[in-house]
């Protein structure tokens, strides 16, 4: 497991590497953010022989200092599913699930729950 610190004033787009480290430590910095999970193509590229039904966790952690809530969005050829916000001292696990990895690369994230701290 790799942290991802990621401390951005504004909205990010997070990478597959990010993603497959298995924890983001997330400060909005000073607003709410709607933050992007990587393209269904991107996430493909980067896994090795990628087939349907490969899956792994990732956990993302809102470090904010004040009372600013992160929305998980997703790319092209992903879909979200459950509960997507995460609000300050929040933690919350999700689980992506490759439904497609040929010519339309395409993936599932399910929220698993979250864990206030």
Known sequence: MTASTVTTA???TYTAAQLLGGLILRN???A???DVL???SSLAEFLVKPK????FEFTVRNTATAAETITMTVGTGAT????ATIAQNNTKR???VLT???NSPAYTVYSLGTVVH
């Open 80 to 83: 979200i599913s459950g509960t």
């Open 38 to 40: 990587p393209t269904a």
């Open 94 to 96: 999700f689980l992506v």
């Open 100 to 102: 497609n990895t040929t």
């Open 28 to 30: 909005p910095n000073g």
């Open 32 to 34: 709410g953010r709607s």
């Open 10 to 12: 504004g909205v990010v």
């Open 52 to 55: 349907a039904g490969t899956s």
